[in-house]
């Protein structure tokens, strides 16, 4: 790929194709016993004792309203095609924001890709709220992308969706299970987070627990490194915490990569995750490494190259 230094490793050997092994075979959906509202019971709840003269201009208000939510036919939950969803799964520190142009070059491929709003709140509960996502906003096959922080959040909540047909990691955590972020970033040398964070109490907060920033220094340097400055500052100023929490809380499930076909791309100029552990945990998984000269933002780097990883994922569940 032009302007992009690239290297493609299945278990330590160079793919030139997406030959992962066939996805292991999938449960239909179980009926979960939900039933969705539809456009026909929205309209006749609003109009239901409305004088006649007002039917129409309700309907076309509803209407108009329920178009522009998205909500007004089968697409709005995902899915509805042949080709899988892509469901994106930020981490800490921003938003989906930073997939904004890895989005529309899966749109343009006539993918539909929905951005989960990731609490940041503990590993646990943001793994349920994303499995909640899924069954509420997704039908059909699913490929699930996780930045940083959300890799662990996709490894915890992908076994609960027999949907999820597989697994790509971006800059991020791939942890085991019984493993912390900050035991894996810990097992590749001390970390000191008091010259990391800014430490923020928020109510309602468990004894001890704070709200995680990232100074400014350290987000510049380990984080955004390798953006324009504006873009940094920017990304800076906009910044979500983490809780200590979440990043300290062990991963309880076994791993959705013991089951899922995987993919991964590293940025080798990551000041966050080191490329040794990068590597090291791509390589566990099974997942096919791809390396990009960017820092811990790869996506914002190389949009393109991080599409493509997507898009092999994708082929490979066989509904591409």
């Keep these: 790929m032009s302007g992009t230094e690239q290297s493609t490793a299945v278990n330590g ?89 890895v989005q529309q070059r899966l749109q343009k491929r006539g993918y539909t890709v929905l951005d989960f709003a990731n609490p940041l709140r503990s590993l646990s509960g943001d793994s349920a709220a994303l499995a909640s996502f899924l069954q509420h906003r997704t039908s059909g096959p699913v490929v699930l992308v996780g930045h940083s922080y959300g890799g662990a959040v996709i490894t915890e909540a992908a076994t609960s969706d027999p949907d999820v047909r597989a697994l790509v990691y971006v800059d991020a955590f791939v942890p085991e299970k019984g493993e912390s972020l900050l035991a894996l970033l810990s097992s590749a040398g001390p970390v000191d987070p008091s010259a990391l964070f800014d430490m923020v109490p928020y109510p309602g907060a468990p004894e001890g627990d704070v709200d995680l920033y990232l100074k400014e220094a350290a987000f510049h340097a380990t984080f955004a490194n390798g953006l324009p400055r504006k873009e940094r500052a920017d990304l800076y100023a906009r910044q979500r915490p983490i809780t200590f929490s979440a990043v300290n809380e062990a991963a309880a499930n076994e791993p959705a990569w013991t089951s899922l076909p995987s993919w991964y791309v590293a940025g080798t100029e990551d000041g966050s995750i080191p490329l040794e552990l990068q590597e090291r945990m791509a390589t566990r998984a099974g997942a096919e490494l791809t390396t990009v000269k960017a820092g811990h933002l790869a996506m914002t780097r190389h949009p393109a190259a991080v599409a493509k990883v997507i898009e092999e994922a994708a082929t490979a569940t066989g509904h591409a």
């Design 13 to 101: 050997r160079t793919a030139t194709t997406s030959d992962a092994a066939e996805p292991p075979r999938r449960r239909p959906r179980p009926d979960r016993g939900h039933h969705r509202l539809t456009v026909g019971d929205l309209l006749r709840t609003a109009t239901r004792g409305r004088r006649r003269g007002l039917t129409a201009v309700v309907t076309g208000v509803i209407t108009s309203l329920l178009a522009i939510l998205g909500l007004a036919g089968p697409a709005s939950a995902g899915g509805g095609h042949d080709k899988p969803t892509v469901v994106i799964v930020h981490g800490a520190w921003t938003d989906a924001g930073s997939f904004s142009d």
